[in-house]
Structure formats: C-alpha cells, structure tokens
C-alpha cells in the first residue's frame, strides 16, 4: 500500500512539473507571435530612380501623348500625358520581364506584349509567352507559347488584325521549347511555327515590308548560354525571306560575312523601303553593317559598325531620310542610347552637300520617348521638358550642339 502511496505522488509531481512548464512556455511567448497582419500589404520601396533596361516603347499612333513602356525586368508601363505620370499595367501577370510591345496598327486598345527579354546576358529573365489586351492593357490574357521564354518582336497584319507574327527566340539555358517565327490566323487563338531551324535556334527579329503584308524578312539567331560558357552564333542563324506570308521561304545570305553568323538586326526604311538594314553579328570580327538594294537578293556591307550580341543589336530606320539610321547601345546615361551609324557624316553628308534644304536635328532618346514623326526630333528631359538643338552640316556645328545638350545635363555618348 504504501508502495502504491508512493508512486502515485511521483506521479503527481510529474504532472505539476508538466503543467508548470506549459505555462513557462506559454509565458515565453513573444507579443508579435499573435499579431494580425492581414491587412498589410506590400508596397515597392525602390529603386526609385532606374529600374534597368527598357527592352520596347510603343506609341499610340492616334495619340502621341499615350504609350507603353516595357521594362526587361520591371513589367509594363502606361502614360497618358507624355511620360509626366506612368501607370504600372502588368503587375498581376504570370511575368515581369518583357521583351516586346506592339499595338494593334487597326485598333490602338488592343496591346500585345511579349514576356521574357530579348537579350542574352546571364542577367535575363524569362518570361511565360504572348499576352494580349482588348482594352488598352486594364486586363490581359495570356495567349500562349508559354515555352518561348524570350520574344523579340510581334508585328500585327495592317490590313487584318486576327494575324500576328511573333519572333520567339527561345530559351536561353536550355535547348528546345518554342522557338521560332510563329503566325496566328484567329487572333491568337493558336499558333504555327512557320519558320523553324533547330532545337538551338530562334527568330530574332522579323520585319513585314509596308507595301506588301505577305513580303517577310526574318533573322534566325543560334545561341545557348551555359554557366561557363555562352554560344552566341552558329550555323542556324541567318537571314530568311518569305514573299507569301510566311508559307514558303528562301535564305538570303548572299554578301553576308561566310563565317559563323549571330545576332542580326533588321530594319527596312520607311523613306525608301527598297532598302533594307542589317546589323550583322559574326566571327572573326567580320560583323558589321549592311544594306540590301535588291529585297534582299544580296548584301552590301556599308561599314563595321556593331553592338554587342548579349544587348540590343537593334536598329531603325529613319522615316524620312533613307540614309539615316540610328542603333541601339547599351555605353550611356539612358536605357537604350541611339547612336548613329557610320553614315551619318560620312555619306549622308557628303551626298547632301550644298543641298540641305533646312537645319537638321540630333536624334537623341532620353527617358524612354523619341519624337520624329514631323522630320525634327527633341529630347525629353527628366522634368518632361522638350529641349531641341540643331545642327547644320559641319561636325563643328555637331559639336557644338553637343555641348549645348551638356550644358543642359543632357549627355549623348556615342555619336561618334
């Protein structure tokens, strides 16, 4: 009995020990482990000055004081008043990288970006395919070629806008997935890959000859980045031609340099749209810049200049004088510095000597907005103030324009 007596108080003891040491622990209970934070919700802090490279503008041709941003790793922006407030659109989206914006040419609230940057760093990010908006980008839809990762371009039918191309690069560190040149017929409904190399390649870019919808001009671009390594060109990359939407097409490398090829740039000139640009990317140091006289039939190369694969490798045409053409850079104070090309002084000039019929001005891009629709171009500076200087045909006179812009706080590297 008393043995009994004697394990029961034992027991006893252990159960107060057990009780009071649930209460320590309760006692040991921080104030913020009950806190409620439901009704907190996260807001951005920063950057908030840059936010890294702008990969596409897109302007609302209906209204200039109206256009898209989009961000390589920071989604889509929308102003209404010419870049003096900016509105982000896309941040409830499967992605925040964007490679291309384009808007519907027959409808300007219908907007089509392409998610995943269109360049090649270890920096990049992928996106998750082609979005469309009804509504000039309050809400999206995700369209598909969730496996292209990177787009480079997306050009809408002028004269049907159920047809869409979209120049998928592919995936960066991986083989595979969707890349290609694919068409819609439906408004996006589904895809054809029309133009197609190998499980390494992709479009790079694709341009739609303005006289004629069905005349194709695309660039294949083989790459594949490795952690030790990057493959930025190969045998699959070059120049393609279709002249029936993209049913048929025919290489036309003709001129091009015969060593491996990479990156390549296209533009084709508004003012003259029997010429055709390409920035070319290839081995040896044989890259450069060429034109096409002949739809593309051969290539001439006009000089060397080139930017670097990983970036850009994009140029455009000038709308009103077909022997100007600025490129995009990646050396300078805005995302995406124009500099102009070998040309401007050295054939422009000298073919227009004596016969320039009015002051010209500098092209310059300063916070994501050029304006060259009238033939005069001005600079937006940060306060969202139009600052214009001229320059006539001398380079001293450029120079001096040059320092006008400092002066300004406006800094234009590389135009030279």
């Known amino acids: 009995m008393k043995k009994l007596n004697f394990l029961a108080f034992v027991f006893l003891l252990i ?8 209460k320590s622990k309760k006692e ?8 409620k934070i439901d009704g ?14 702008i990969s596409d503008i897109a302007v609302n041709p209906n209204n200039p004081f109206e256009y898209y941003v989009a961000s390589s790793a920071g989604g889509v922006w929308k102003t209404i008043n010419s870049g003096i407030d900016y509105v982000p659109i ?16 027959n409808n300007s609230n219908v907007v089509w970006v392409g998610t995943g940057e269109n360049n090649n760093q270890r920096s990049v990010s992928y996106g998750d395919g082609i979005y469309k908006s009804l509504d000039g ?28 191309y979209v120049a998928a690069i592919g995936p960066l560190w991986s083989k595979g997935g969707e890349r290609g040149l694919y068409k819609t017929t439906d408004g996006g409904k589904t895809w054809k890959a029309i133009l197609t190399v190998d499980e390494h390649t992709g479009v790079n870019d694709v341009q739609m000859d303005p006289r004629n919808p069905d005349v194709l001009y695309a660039s294949t671009f083989q790459r594949r980045r490795h952690v030790f390594t990057y493959v930025g060109g190969g045998p699959g990359s070059g120049m393609h031609k279709s002249i029936d939407g993209g049913n048929t097409w025919t290489k036309i490398n003709t001129g091009l340099p015969t060593t491996e090829l990479g990156r390549i740039g296209l533009a084709i000139s508004p003012a003259n749209p029997e010429i055709i640009y390409a920035i070319v990317e290839a081995a040896d140091n044989k890259g450069g810049f060429f034109a096409s006289t002949n739809r593309g039939a051969s290539w001439e190369k006009r000089g060397s200049h080139k930017t670097s694969g990983n970036y850009y490798q994009e140029i455009i045409a000038d709308p009103i004088d077909e022997n100007t053409i600025v490129s995009m850079n990646f050396w300078g104070f805005t995302p995406k510095c124009f500099e102009y090309t070998e040309q401007l002084f050295d054939s422009f000039l000298e073919e227009n000597k004596g016969n320039l019929k009015s002051e010209y001005f500098i092209p310059l891009i300063v ?20 600052f214009g200087v001229t320059y006539k045909e001398d380079k001293a006179s450029v120079q001096e324009a040059i320092q006008s812009l400092k002066r300004n706080g406006i800094y234009p590297q590389n135009l030279w």
């Open 28 to 35: 040991d209970n921080q104030p913020l482990d009950s806190i």
């Open 90 to 105: 896309f941040d409830n989206e499967g992605s925040y990288s964007i490679g291309c914006i384009t808007i519907d040419p």
């Open 137 to 164: 980008g309050k809400t999206w839809k995700n369209m598909g070629l969730k496996t292209s990762e990177h787009i480079g371009r997306i050009i809408v039918h002028p004269e049907n806008s159920n047809v869409i």
């Open 40 to 53: 907190v919700k996260w807001r951005s802090i920063g950057p908030s000055l840059t936010s890294g490279r």
């Open 15 to 22: 159960g107060l020990q057990f009780i009071q040491a649930q």
């Open 367 to 386: 916070n994501g907005y050029l304006e060259n629709g009238t033939g005069s171009v001005k600079v937006l500076t940060s306060d969202a103030k139009w």
